[in-house]
């Protein structure tokens, strides 16, 4: 058995969480897991690998010190309630403080420092942070950039579907990532040492405008799809259109995206604006590989893309 400690992971169900575990795994560590879940069938197979998966949730403080209780790490994994997320955020970081946790890395932001980025995600981000920090405990920030699977395999086949990319990011640029590149940071940072106290800003390798990556879609998909500029308000009218809520609803999605749109329109702006152009190696600096492009999230997913867009595009309006 390695001389890691236990590390707990909350948010373990969804996606990154998934990945993280997943390469932790890998690395032998199943039983050094506590995966934390509302609903702990959703990891019945972490549980059958070996993990110990906990009941926890975010809204329910007293469920949390029993959840962390033996980590010595805790990823905080954010949460999905956009605009209120820091109570949620710190009640966990209350939580693993009682508990003893010793360190804690929590998957932030990139562009959060500059008070004048409208995006609403930052508040949530540098609030958690701050509490990270006040804590007492060891922390890490896991500055992640826009994850390219939000964008390419997510909104993408739609866009492909009706050859029209709409947003209202203008030509800010970003350094779109991986999700899966920044889990396997999480977990280079998780096993191994010198990360106490220290900010990483987890991006792709290039920096592009939303122009550069419909037309590398274009391009690699044969689809012939377009970046339309919107302002703001058009860009909210969209998504009203489409029945996103204004404003985060637990658990609901709209075409399978638990999207909201003051989320997403404030998000367009700060690219617009500029407040997104960072573009690090921190990837290759944690992991000892190059992070993974947009072109080559694009040529990896060619066929999906194309078969998803067909069927968007058969969707009843
Ligand atoms: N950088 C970006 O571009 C970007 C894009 C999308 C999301 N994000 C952030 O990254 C996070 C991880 O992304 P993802 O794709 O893995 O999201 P995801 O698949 O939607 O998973 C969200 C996770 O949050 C957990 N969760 C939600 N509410 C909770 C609560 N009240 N108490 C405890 N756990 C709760 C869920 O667990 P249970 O349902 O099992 O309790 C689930 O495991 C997101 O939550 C979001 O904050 C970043």
């Not at 959703?42 to 110990?52: E, N, P, V, Y």
């Not at 942070?129 to 950039?145: V, Y």
């Not at 940072?189 to 920096?207: C, F, K, S, V, W």
Request: net charge negative; charged share 25%.
């Amino acid at each position: 058995m390695s001389e890691q400690g236990k590390i707990v992971i909350t948010g373990a169900s969804g996606q990154y969480g998934r990945a993280a575990t997943e390469m932790l795994i890998a690395k032998g560590l199943a039983e050094k897991l506590i995966l934390i879940s509302r609903t702990p069938d959703k990891l019945a197979d972490r549980a059958a690998q070996g993990c110990d998966v906990r009941y926890g949730d975010y809204d329910k403080p007293e469920t949390l010190v029993a959840a962390v209780q033996g980590a010595e790490k805790m990823l905080l994994i954010s949460g999905t309630r956009v605009g209120a997320r820091v109570v949620q955020h710190k009640a966990a970081i209350d939580a693993a403080a009682a508990a003893g946790v010793k360190h804690i890395f929590y998957t932030s932001f990139i562009g959060i420092d500059d008070p004048a980025n409208p995006a609403e995600v930052r508040h949530d981000h540098i609030e958690t942070e701050n509490a990270m920090r006040a804590s007492g405990m060891a922390w890490t920030a896991l500055r992640d950039a826009h994850y390219a699977d939000a964008m390419i395999l997510a909104v993408g086949p739609n866009a492909m579907a009706t050859g029209k990319w709409f947003s209202n990011a203008g030509d800010g640029r970003e350094a779109m990532v991986w999700r899966d590149d920044c889990a396997a940071c999480a977990v280079a940072a998780l096993t191994t040492a010198g990360h106490e106290n220290r900010i990483y800003n987890i991006t792709g390798p290039e920096l592009q405008t939303f122009d550069e990556v419909a037309a590398l879609m274009r391009d690699i998909t044969g689809c012939p799809i377009e970046h339309v500029k919107v302002d703001d308000e058009q860009q909210y009218a969209i998504f009203d259109a489409m029945g996103i809520p204004r404003r985060p609803i637990d658990d609901h999605s709209v075409s399978g995206i638990p999207w909201n749109s003051d989320d997403m329109v404030t998000f367009g702006r700060s690219i617009r604006e500029g407040y997104l152009e960072i573009c690090t190696n921190d990837v290759e600096m944690l992991t000892g590989r190059p992070a993974r492009s947009v072109r080559q999230m694009i040529e990896e997913n060619k066929d999906l893309l194309i078969a998803a867009a067909k069927g968007a595009a058969k969707e009843p309006a």
